[in-house]
């Protein structure tokens, strides 16, 4: 049976809780939205986002658990062998899939170098690690479309972090710490945005967008803020710039010559 839609206001509201939790890994209330959608997606409520899902290094990965229940819920079953902290062992089945048995022992996960430094999970939780690595390769094996094209969390920690790339972006190099110092000033300055961007992009306002702009009185770093806010519309930057420009070239002309 299909879960209700829930509005994408309560969405964004919910996805904002999660991130200022600090709960489950996820960081920012975009990484929240984009999992709940994942969720949605598969017929899920969004909010089983932070129940199945950990964020791992900016990565999204499935927990083991979660892995398992799904691989279940499509029909797969699983039977244990061993299960010490230096053994874990199963068999996986499914219809589709046929059965395999997979097993992760401390000696394997040495030799990949998983088990990393004295005090790391691996050495605090060997059973549990190896359970995941085994749940994790079992289904991927026996039944991948049960994993949703995601890796375990223990899987994730071992991937290479995510590179960052240094955008140069001289206007927000310029403002600095402003936009962190002045948070009221910044909220005010997106409403602004967003009504300039309304006015160029859907009315077709360009200039009165300017004019509003100008209006406003505000001084360099203000600007700058504002300009730093409308980056990602190129189009009503454009305008703005363009509208600046008539309005120079107006005052030129009408200053006389001495």
Avoid at 65 to 77: E, H, P
């Amino acid at each position: 049976m299909a879960n209700a839609l829930v509005p994408f206001e309560q969405q964004q509201a919910i996805a904002a809780a999660i991130a200022k939790s600090g709960m489950f890994g996820i960081k920012t209330a975009e990484q929240a939205l984009v999992l709940m959608a994942l969720c949605e997606a598969e017929n899920l409520h969004p909010v089983t986002a932070v129940r199945d899902f950990h964020i791992i290094a900016g990565r999204p990965a499935l927990k083991a658990d979660a892995m398992l229940a799904r691989f279940q819920s499509a029909g797969g079953s699983v039977k244990w062998g061993a299960m010490t902290d230096e053994k874990v062992s199963a068999i996986f089945t499914h219809p589709q899939g046929g059965s395999v048995e997979i097993d992760w022992d401390m000696r394997r996960a040495k030799a990949a170098q998983l088990t990393g430094k004295e005090g790391s999970m691996w050495a605090k939780y060997p059973r549990q690690m190896l359970r995941a690595r085994v749940i994790s390769e079992g289904v991927r094996t026996c039944f991948p479309g049960a994993t949703g094209g995601f890796y375990v969390p223990e899987e994730v920690q071992q991937f290479e972090p995510i590179r960052q790339e240094n955008v140069i972006n001289p206007v927000k190099n310029a403002l600095g710490d402003w936009s962190v110092e002045h948070p009221e000033e910044m909220e005010s300055l997106r409403e602004l945005a967003a009504e300039l961007v309304d006015l160029v992009e859907t009315q077709n306002e360009p200039r009165i967008a300017y004019l509003k702009a100008e209006d406003q009185n505000l001084d360099s770093d203000q600007k700058l803020a504002l300009w730093s806010i409308l980056a990602p519309n190129s189009k009503t930057r454009s305008a703005l710039k363009r509208e600046r420009i008539k309005n120079m070239e107006a005052i030129e002309a009408e200053t006389p010559v001495e």
